[in-house]
């Protein structure tokens, strides 16, 4: 689509900045300084022009992008509505509360699309901390600290008068605003507020308005929040535009309430008396653009829409703005128009798959009325790294609750457990605990042990009562070999070692495993009973080769769901995975970092370090790149935070062509 700029300045730059990769073509610039205007439009083989009514009247581009000063937005998009362009605007959309809701009307009653910056609640680390609060965690949050430390514009902008004009608020508070408007619906009230004129004396140019701000605003969806904005406070300070927000059960705290991309350690997590953790959001970085408000702005319209909902947000700030400013003034507790914004609070997409009655079509993630075979489009939607839950480290059992919650913390959300793991009990009361994320925001794999081939719903109902869950999201086959049955394994870590080694490792007189009269096909057939009781949503099955999955396809009614299997670069099971992706089958990597030397290996090293990574996050992205998830299990705090941020590392050929090599067709531990 062609658009014009209004203003050249040093945001119009930077807006110019990302046109070549968008799908906007820069036909015109306005700006009053010829000079300026001309410049910019030469980088973009566009007509520069130093009068808008001229621009307008002369050039036909749909979509005017307003870049002008503060206090000219308002006039400016005003002009361009009433030439029935489609307006993207710079914030703040005005000064006055009633002008920018005029200007929304006038966009309607138009038919006209109109939005406005800033695009951080679009942006990676803010979605990621509303996926964290909204998914129960941080249980209901109601109090909140924001800060908008725009600094000294007279030390480190070249047109700092603009900023001076018009203060804090309306330039650095409407970052914190539009994303906590966005997540919990509209302001109720301004309690209080003060300002004050803190200013360095050496300066000739002072702002003509408070330089320092504090309010504390009322939300209408229940939280209360605190918000400094100043020009005083320097914008390299500790705390330059961040939000924490405090719930009952814990606390998050986004470093950058407007940053364009998410950093590793941009959002950290607290739960209720536990410290901070980082919270990676799990995605290579991804910067976005300034151009990318006007660009999805221009893709609705192409699609027909008139957008608007941005500018309503935005003009509900400006109203903040205007109540704060008039709480500064001794109004008191000042009122905020809704401007027809509803009370919400964040939401998290859900993990695991729909409730409901499964099907008895051969469909790998067990969705209604799949065929005999499904693509790896239609499988299972898993986080690209879970968490393993077994309390086995080193030959020894630990009590792993305490790292399982730190995991939970740092974002983890696909947990795997098993009933040989025996801390299934444990792991209920953790789940019981206030701020647990939501069942929906959770994927709980569980595993039936080799003793229970027979008794397959027996050790599911054990499961779900010791996790105190109704349901799996995905239930598996442990080993594809039966052994003799000892009973149900319930409380099993409670028992002496011996009595849990006798239970779960049933021995013959000749000292081999004691096997049970039943096949695999049988088991499975078990397997899915339990699935159509509605006990787990899908099924799985590890530890097992190609010829064994393929006979158990070739018999079963519901493909598995999830295969998983030990996997790392020296074994990377490339054609199971293959044939499981063909097919549907998410693929699940346990014990991706434990396979003795891996760790250790040069190719490993000389990847990381090209990444600023460590080996082991190497190890798991090259998991996380061929579409397998990795649960790796760890102790230590900063390894499960580690492990989690691996996700974001983003491997390149070169990279992949070493990895290849640590392939050990002899492996075997």
Known sequence: ??????????????????????????????????????????????????????????????????????????????????????????????????????????????????????INHLCDAQRHAAALVGDGRLGPVRLGYAHAHVGRVTEWHDAPDSFLSVGPLYDGGVYPLNLLVDWFGPVERVRVADGLGAWPDRETREPNRESHVEATLSF???????????????????????????????????????????????????????????????????????????????????????????????????????????????????????????????????????????????????????????????????????????????????????????????????????????????????????GTPDRDGLFLVSKVWNTNHEHVAEACEGTLDALGVDALDCYMLHWPTAWAYQGPLSGLAEKPPDEQERLTFPFDDDGEPETADTTLTETWARMERVRERGLTRTLGICNVDIDQIERLAAAADVLPAVVQVESHPYRPRTDLVRWCHERGIRVIAHSPLSAPGLLDEPALAA???????????????????????????????????????????????????????????????
């Not at 390894?639 to 992949?656: G, I």
Request: net charge negative; hydrophobic share 40%.
């Open 220 to 434: 209408a969806s229940g939280p209360t929040v605190r918000l400094t904005a100043s020009l005083y406070a320097p914008h390299r300070s500790r705390e330059f535009n961040s939000l924490e927000l405090h719930g009952d059960d814990g606390s998050l705290y986004l470093a950058d309430s407007g940053a364009l991309a998410a950093d590793a350690d941009t959002v950290r997590v607290g739960g209720s008396g536990r410290p901070y953790v980082d919270a990676p959001h799990p995605a290579p970085r991804r910067e976005r653009s300034y151009i990318e408000g006007p660009a999805r702005l221009a893709a609705a319209i192409e699609r027909g829409r008139r957008p608007r909902e941005s500018a309503r947000r935005a003009s509900h700030v400006v109203a903040v703005c205007n109540a704060v400013e008039r709480a500064v003034e001794g109004d008191g507790p000042v009122a905020v128009d809704a401007c027809e914004l509803e009370p919400t609070r964040p939401s998290a997409p859900p993990v695991r798959p729909p409730a409901g009655r499964p099907s008895a079509g051969r469909s790998a993630s067990g969705s209604v009325g799949g065929g005999e075979r499904t693509s790896r489009t239609s499988a299972l939607r898993l986080p690209p790294v879970g968490f393993g839950c077994s309390r086995y480290r080193d030959g020894e059992y630990v009590d792993r609750i305490d790292s399982i919650a730190t995991a939970l913390d740092a974002g983890y959300r696909l947990l795997d457990s098993a009933e040989l793991y025996g801390n299934e009990a444990r792991l209920g009361d953790l789940l019981a605990r206030p």
């Open 607 to 669: 990847v990381a370090d090209a990444h600023d990574a460590t080996s082991a996050q190497v190890a798991l992205a090259w998991q996380v790149d061929r579409g397998v998830v990795p649960i790796p299990s760890s102790t230590d705090p900063d390894h499960v935070v580690a492990n989690l941020a691996a996700a974001r590392l983003a491997l390149t050929d070169d990279d992949r062509e070493r990895l290849v090599t640590l392939e050990d067709p002899e492996f075997e531990r």
């Open 1 to 118: 689509m062609n658009c014009a700029f209004v203003g050249a300045g040093a945001v119009a730059r930077k807006y110019a900045d990302g046109l070549a990769s968008s799908s906007l073509s820069l036909t015109a610039v306005c700006d009053l300084d010829a000079e300026r205007a001309e410049a910019l439009a030469s980088d973009h083989d566009a007509i520069a022009y130093t009068d808008l009514s001229a621009l307008l009247s002369a050039e036909d581009a749909p979509l005017v992008v307003n870049l002008t000063s503060h206090e000219a937005h308002a006039g400016i998009t005003e002009q361009c509505l009433h030439a029935d362009r489609h307006v993207f605007g710079e914030k703040p959309l005005a000064l006055d509360a009633d002008e920018a809701a005029e200007l929304v009307a006038t966009a309607e009653d138009r038919g006209l699309a109109l939005g406005c910056a800033p």
